[in-house]
């Protein structure tokens, strides 16, 4: 890993040679012997395993190699040959790991043996399974029932989730936080309240039918590349992709299919966004608002001139509810305000809307640039507004397109992961296992965070991922999370998570999912939902990296028998020893979604799961689809109007999946070396008398009584709107307040914070 920042300007395409030098680096320098290599073959294959990288739609038609960069990166880091067992820790204290970098802790190696932290030597020393889990299961019987925390990270199957989720209620809490509430929930809660599901609408098929792609705030060429693939044939068809994003990314600009021979030896590259709007982070709502507008005004033009409505009003009259008062609000918005909330000017967005009044079928993608701010929930609502006004939802080629995170964030929350007790079925949960499942809501992501730093958290158990890397208030949470009495994580590699630790700690190591699970000499599958509500099928293909790793759902059922009285209708060890067992009992619990799972599950293209929004029948409170009039523009109004303050936003790279650091390089950013920069317009820089390189320390522009900073940044000069400034996540963590989250979903607003910029050593 190179050790110096470099700044270059990045011009090459996404995908292209870039693309297939990268994967060939990351398979040499994780050592992954070559029949491993040839895994990505199966990858995303109705007869292989469903890629652990992100969750994009998985085609019934798949390419010969159905594989992106990022999904080989992913596979590679997973499928490593390195590994590290006892004798690692034997030579290490944890408090001497705690110095090491997040790249350098994952970059050991898969783990291979359970761990228990001994307060004697500050080690992680081996204990056997059955000793991990008593010990466990007896913390766990001493807490209170509604001080143990459940979270899961977004990879596990259905089958582990749904395991989880049970063990959870059996042992009397609904507190089961997880990734999605610092990611998609504000689409949850968005979605299901404006047109009755939680989910986006569209399916592959419709990106065939569409004549409009509106794109807002998701880097499709890092993290979810082969949506690419869609969106270059929708090009090719003519379609326009219009795109909303503070930055150029490149994969939004410009793409050179790296399976197509043709394309990589002509160096052929389809542009890919045909109009592109640079908004201010935080102005989608101001965006959407002027969108709304000009679509308004032409609706008015057309009427004064007698031609045809540019609104769809038999749509609107029979589906929607609401719209009156958005018209009321639209009209009373100035431009000025959009202008200046957005950044865009009302020219641009009327060149925007123009294309949109002219499209047939228009849909709507969008990512974290969305969902991560204060305004999450309303930025969705307003996609729901703008998809309304010409019946763009529950039409062949329309719809709404949240891109999910993690590979089966979607499907965990299907199965019952979920702190709130209304969306589970907790009374055929009783009826099947006869107990009495918990009614009280339990914690979400940032409520466990309050509850941890109040001390009111006894018990955390991490069932993936690397919560206090992840979550906002890095040095509170890593100072509470020291505190816990108990941590347990059920991990693949090494992480910060484990290294800051509770007063008691466990490490259970896993298998992957490209790994082979034989329960009782028996291979199993398992399966996941995509971000177009299909289920997949997944087998692992690769040996085991060591023969002590137990499965994902053996270790839940190892704690769960530990912790639970008996019960004759939970056979836990049945479960674990045959997963079809548990898809029985998923079936069981949601006929409607998974009959004739066992059969359905290796369905090319995956099972859809029945959307009513899709065929037009809205499961809100109305019975119809609902308008939102927005509460104001600015998408950070809790934030102080500092006016020296910056809106920095927290961003990734194409080196990393989340808070695994595969390397310090960002090649579309055209940055390498360190990920320690900030991305600031030449306009800031001048105004601040700063120079590329200069070193900064960031300060968040709070006025309560945390400080909260990040030094050593360099800068980095970058085509970003004034006013805004980028960093990684997640090394600015430590500048998110945890209040600082989205209005009704608690989704944390790491994509608006403000910040002031010190010059370090001053
Ligand atoms: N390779 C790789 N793949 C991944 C991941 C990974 O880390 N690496 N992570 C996975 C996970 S869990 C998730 S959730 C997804 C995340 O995938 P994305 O949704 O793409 O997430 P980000 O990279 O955080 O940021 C998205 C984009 O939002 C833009 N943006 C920032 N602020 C705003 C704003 O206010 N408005 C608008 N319109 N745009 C804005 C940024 O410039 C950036 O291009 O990817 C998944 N896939
Ligand atoms: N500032 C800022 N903060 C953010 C975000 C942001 O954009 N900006 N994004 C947020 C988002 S969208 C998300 S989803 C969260 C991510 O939060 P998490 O999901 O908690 O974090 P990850 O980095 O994905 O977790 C990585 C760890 O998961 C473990 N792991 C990997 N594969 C497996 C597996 O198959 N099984 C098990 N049991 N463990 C496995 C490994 O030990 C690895 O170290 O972060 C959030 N935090
Ligand atoms: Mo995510």
């Given amino acids: 890993m190179s050790e110096e920042l470099k700044i270059e300007r990045a011009t090459m395409p996404a995908g292209g040679w870039g693309s297939v030098s990268e994967v060939a680096n990351i398979l040499l320098d994780q050592h ?54 006892a004798d690692f820790f034997a030579r290490h204290t944890v408090t001497a790991l705690e110095s090491w970098s997040d790249h350098a802790l994952e970059d050991q190696g898969r783990l291979t043996v359970p761990l228990r932290w001994d307060a004697a030597t500050d080690q992680y020393v081996e204990v056997s399974w059955d000793t991990a889990f008593a010990e466990i299961g007896a913390a766990l019987r001493d807490c209170r029932r509604d001080g143990t925390v459940f979270y899961s990270s977004g990879r596990a199957s259905l089958e582990t989730s749904y395991l989880y989720q049970l063990l959870a209620r059996m042992y009397g809490n609904n507190n089961l936080p997880d ?103 935080g102005g989608d709502t101001a965006a959407l608002m002027g969108l709304c507008k000009a679509i308004l005004a032409a609706d008015d033009s057309a009427r004064a001139d007698g031609r045809p409505r540019v609104l769809d009003t038999a749509f609107l009259a029979e589906h929607t509810d609401g719209f009156g008062e958005l018209e009321a609000a639209v009209r009373a918005c100035p431009w000025a305000d959009i202008e200046r909330e957005s950044g865009l000017t009302q020219a641009a967005l009327e060149g925007a809307a123009a294309i949109y009044c002219r499209a047939r079928a228009v849909m709507a993608v969008y990512g974290m640039g969305i969902t991560q701010h204060r305004n999450g929930v309303q930025n969705v609502a307003m996609i729901v507004n703008l998809l309304l006004l010409r019946g763009n939802i529950g039409k062949p080629g329309a719809g709404v397109c949240p891109v999910r995170g993690h590979s089966n964030v979607q499907g965990q929350r299907t199965v019952g992961i979920t702190e709130k007790p209304e969306l589970a079925p907790l009374d055929r949960l009783k009826e099947l296992y006869g107990f009495e499942p918990p009614r009280e809501k339990g914690m979400n992501t940032v409520e466990a965070c309050e509850g941890i730093l109040a001390g009111r958290v006894q018990a955390f158990i991490g069932l993936g991922g690397n919560f206090v890397r992840a ?116 079936a069981a619990t949601w ?46 109004p809790d934030m102080p109007a500092d006016p020296g303050a910056l809106t920095l936003f927290t961003i990734r790279s194409d080196g990393q999946f989340n808070t695994t650091i595969y390397s310090n390089d960002d090649r579309f950013r055209g940055v390498s070396g360190s990920r320690m920069v900030l991305f600031m317009a030449h306009a800031d820089m001048a105004r601040l008398a700063l120079v590329a390189g200069d070193v900064v320390t960031l300060r968040a522009a709070t006025q309560d009584d945390t400080e909260r900073s990040v030094a050593g940044l360099a800068v980095v000069p970058y085509d970003i709107p004034v006013g805004c400034v980028a960093g990684y996540f997640p090394e600015c963590n430590p500048l998110v307040p945890l209040w600082h989250h989205a209005k009704d979903s608690k989704v944390p607003a790491v994509k608006s914070v403000a910040v002031l910029v010190e010059r370090s050593g001053l």
């Fill in 32 to 85: 992954v012997p070559l029949k491993d290599a040839r895994l990505l073959a199966h990858q995303n294959k109705p007869d292989g395993f469903a890629c652990v990288g992100c969750a994009w739609a998985k085609p019934a038609h798949p390419h010969p190699f159905e594989f992106c960069e990022s999904g080989a990166k992913a596979t590679a880091w997973e499928t490593t040959s390195k590994a590290i067992g």
């Fill in 179 to 281: 990734s999605s509430n610092m990611c998609h929930e504000s689409t949850s809660v968005g979605l299901q309240k404006t047109i009755g599901v939680p989910v986006g609408t569209v399916t592959l098929d419709d990106f065939e039918r569409t004549d409009c792609i509106f794109f807002f705030g998701q880097n499709v060429g890092v993290n979810s590349p082969r949506m690419l693939h869609q969106l270059q044939a929708a090009r090719r068809r003519g379609v326009p992709i219009i795109t909303f994003n503070p930055l150029r990314e490149r994969g939004l600009v410009s793409f050179t299919n790296p399976q197509s021979p043709l394309e990589m030896l002509t160096r052929a590259e389809t542009a890919i966004s045909t109009q592109y709007h640079q908004l201010k982070a």
């Fill in 471 to 586: 979550v906002p208030e890095t040095a509170l949470m890593e100072a509470a999370w020291r505190e816990l009495p108990l941590t347990v994580q059920i991990s693949t590699k090494l992480n910060r998570s484990h290294v800051i630790h509770g007063k008691a700690s466990y490490v259970l190591p896993c298998l992957g999912r490209t790994e082979i699970d034989r329960q009782r000499g028996m291979p199993q599958a398992v399966t996941i939902e995509d971000s177009t509500a299909c289920m997949h099928g997944s087998r692992g293909m690769a040996e085991p990296v060591a023969a002590t790793l137990r499965s994902e759902p053996a270790i839940v059922a190892g704690i769960a028998r530990a912790t639970l009285p008996p019960n004759r209708l939970v056979d836990w060890d049945g479960w674990a020893a045959d997963y079809a067992s548990i898809r029985a009992a998923i």
């Fill in 591 to 636: 006929p409607d979604i998974f009959h004739g799972f066992e059969a359905r599950m290796w369905q090319p293209g995956g099972f859809r799961r029945a959307l009513p929004a899709a065929q037009r029948v809205w499961q809100t409170e109305s019975g119809k689809a609902g308008f939102t009039v927005p509460e104001g523009l600015p998408g950070a």
